[in-house]
T-cell receptor, first 113, second 114 residues
Framework: DSGVTQTPKHLITATGQRVTLRCSPR?????VYWYQQSLDQGLQFLIQ???????AKGNILERFSAQQFPDLHSELNLSSLELGDSALYFC????????????FGPGTRLTVL | AQSVAQPEDQVNVAEGNPLTVKCTYS??????LFWYVQYPNRGLQFLLK??????LVKGSYGFEAEFNKSQTSFHLKKPSALVSDSALYFC????????????FGKGTRLHILP
């Protein structure tokens, strides 16, 4: 158990809908990262937050947004969903020092029908 | 721009034989390097990292990796493979002098044959 929790574990929805994925980092970790993993694209970095502020941005679509709250949990919002958004979405957290490894949550499997 | 390459999509090794999973990287400054493993339907698990110091890094489950600055490589190794080592392995790099973005390789699927 990495100490990072993600809810829900599975999510099935229809095209055009909006969903919210939730992540709670390990106790004491200030950084939260979001990744998308699909069969054809591999593991894609979406976005990082550090202590409530956006720190780095990767291949995140404009239909997607995220935020980190004062209690350090984070939410990833996916809107106007398309079939191609079906994937595993991982959250990871790390301690403040730059060289620290990331700890990954179990992921949310999103299926868009 | 930073990048990481895992040239093999899949590696097959007989149980008990040594294994190597290759990784090369490109960063403008000094690298932080990481290896992660992913078992089916699970999140990634940290195996080991290189920050500075000894080029040979030892990690979890008997794995080790050797940092080679001249070849910009960070290959993952294990002297004797177990069937339970079968999984997807990711190499990752972060530039020490840039932002916190970590770049992951596309992954190498390791099959240990009994």
């Amino acid at each position: 158990d990495s100490g990072v929790t993600q809810t829900p574990k599975h999510l099935i929805t229809a095209t055009g809908q909006r969903v919210t994925l939730r992540c709670s980092p390990r106790s004491g970790d200030l950084s939260v990262y979001w990744y998308q993993q699909s069969l054809d694209q591999g593991l894609q970095f979406l976005i990082q937050y550090y202590n409530g502020e956006e720190r780095a941005k990767g291949n995140i679509l404009e239909r997607f947004s995220a935020q980190q709250f004062p209690d350090l949990h984070s939410e990833l919002n996916l809107s106007s969903l398309e079939l191609g958004d079906s994937a595993l979405y991982f959250c990871a957290s790390s301690a403040p020092l730059q060289g620290n490894e990331q700890f990954f949550g179990p992921g949310t499997r999103l299926t868009v029908l | 721009a930073q990048s990481v390459a895992q040239p093999e999509d899949q590696v097959n090794v007989a149980e008990g034989n040594p294994l190597t999973v290759k990784c090369t990287y490109s960063v403008s400054g000094n690298p932080y390097l990481f290896w992660y493993v992913q078992y089916p339907n699970r999140g990634l698990q940290f195996l080991l990292k290189y920050i500075t110091g000894d080029n040979l890094v030892k990690g979890s489950y008997g794995f080790e990796a050797e940092f080679n600055k001249s070849q910009t490589s960070f290959h993952l190794k294990k002297p004797s493979a177990l069937v339970s080592d079968s999984a997807l392995y990711f190499c990752a790099v972060r530039d020490m002098n840039r932002d916190d973005k970590i770049i992951f390789g596309k992954g190498t699927r390791l099959h240990i044959l009994p």
